[in-house]
């Protein structure tokens, strides 16, 4: 009498036990799946309420603060933003493969010198009114005045530091401290030569398209544009440039990385 052989292999009852663990095991990543598509559509909401949320509030800002005052604060948050990346000894706007133009050398002593006096006319102040006998409210007012003054040379002095020209592939931007910003495609820039001029007037000048972005009245690189790009003068006001003066410590390497690509 013959005897029928069990044939080997997963036996039925053992796949009866694996069809529930693998329906379970299916079962968790689609819940994972549906949770993280859940988590993305939850923060693509927030981001959205956000980004709506900063612009009302930016709407509303514009429309109560005056432009000349949004300027001047916009000034001191770039200069105490300088300062915080001087110290920290970082650069702005300066992204790894571009080329940086500093421009703060023929004026660094002057700004440093003017720095101090005024700390020191600070502290010459307080002196005499201490001595003066005058009332504590006209000290403090004077005392937060004048380090503020100190507050704004600094902040210039760092923002000069950390906010170089810069040159990219794509454009040239033109800066002064936390006060002036220029980007200009880089298709558009027609010509750059070395100048060597002694007589400007002011730091940033804009007069008949020409604008100077002028360090210890010196300029010594210029740009000749191909058609006119707006320019917004420290305090706000829009004129088109046809031509850019500026001020490079090293105007051979700044026009090296102008030149047109070979």
């Given at each position: 009498?013959?005897?029928?052989?069990?044939?080997?292999?997963?036996?039925?009852?053992?796949?009866?036990?694996?069809?529930?663990?693998?329906?379970?095991?299916?079962?968790?990543?689609?819940?994972?799946?549906?949770?993280?598509?859940?988590?993305?559509?939850?923060?693509?909401?927030?981001?959205?309420?956000?980004?709506?949320?900063?612009?009302?509030?930016r709407?509303?800002?514009?429309?109560?603060?005056?432009?000349?005052?949004?300027?001047?604060?916009?000034?001191?948050?770039?200069?105490?933003?300088?300062l915080?990346?001087?110290?920290?000894?970082?650069?702005?706007?300066?992204?790894?493969?571009?080329?940086?133009?500093?421009y703060?050398?023929?004026?660094?002593?002057?700004?440093?010198?003017?720095?101090?006096?005024?700390?020191?006319?600070?502290?010459?102040?307080?002196?005499?009114?201490?001595?003066?006998?005058?009332?504590?409210?006209?000290?403090?007012?004077?005392?937060?005045?004048?380090?503020?003054?100190?507050?704004?040379?600094?902040?210039?002095?760092?923002?000069?530091?950390?906010?170089?020209?810069?040159?990219?592939?794509?454009?040239?931007?033109?800066?002064?401290?936390?006060?002036?910003?220029?980007?200009?495609?880089?298709?558009?820039?027609?010509?750059?030569?070395?100048?060597?001029?002694?007589?400007?007037?002011?730091m940033?000048?804009?007069?008949?398209?020409?604008?100077?972005?002028?360090?210890?009245?010196?300029?010594?690189?210029?740009?000749?544009?191909?058609?006119?790009?707006?320019?917004?003068?420290?305090?706000?006001?829009?004129?088109?440039?046809?031509?850019?003066r500026?001020?490079?410590?090293?105007?051979?390497?700044?026009?090296?990385?102008?030149?047109?690509?070979?």
């Amino acid at each position: 009498m013959s005897t029928r052989q069990q044939p080997t292999g997963a036996r039925p009852d053992d796949l009866s036990r694996t069809r529930p663990v693998a329906g379970a095991q299916r079962g968790r990543a689609r819940g994972a799946r549906m949770l993280g598509s859940l988590r993305a559509r939850t923060v693509a909401a927030h981001r959205a309420r956000a980004v709506r949320a900063l612009g009302w509030l930016r709407a509303r800002y514009e429309r109560v603060v005056p432009r000349l005052a949004r300027r001047l604060i916009a000034f001191d948050a770039a200069g105490t933003l300088s300062l915080l990346l001087w110290v920290r000894r970082r650069r702005h706007g300066v992204p790894p493969g571009v080329v940086a133009v500093p421009y703060v050398a023929a004026q660094f002593g002057l700004l440093v010198t003017f720095a101090v006096l005024t700390a020191v006319e600070l502290v010459g102040i307080e002196l005499l009114l201490r001595a003066l006998g005058a009332p504590g409210p006209v000290r403090a007012a004077l005392l937060v005045l004048d380090g503020y003054g100190v507050l704004a040379v600094l902040g210039i002095l760092a923002g000069c530091v950390t906010r170089p020209h810069v040159v990219t592939a794509d454009e040239v931007r033109i800066r002064y401290a936390g006060l002036f910003d220029l980007r200009i495609p880089r298709s558009l820039v027609a010509q750059a030569k070395r100048i060597r001029r002694y007589d400007e007037h002011g730091m940033v000048r804009i007069v008949d398209g020409q604008l100077s972005v002028a360090v210890a009245a010196q300029t010594n690189v210029e740009l000749t544009l191909a058609e006119p790009v707006p320019a917004t003068r420290p305090l706000g006001r829009v004129e088109p440039v046809r031509s850019v003066r500026l001020y490079a410590d090293d105007p051979a390497a700044a026009l090296a990385a102008l030149a047109p690509p070979t």
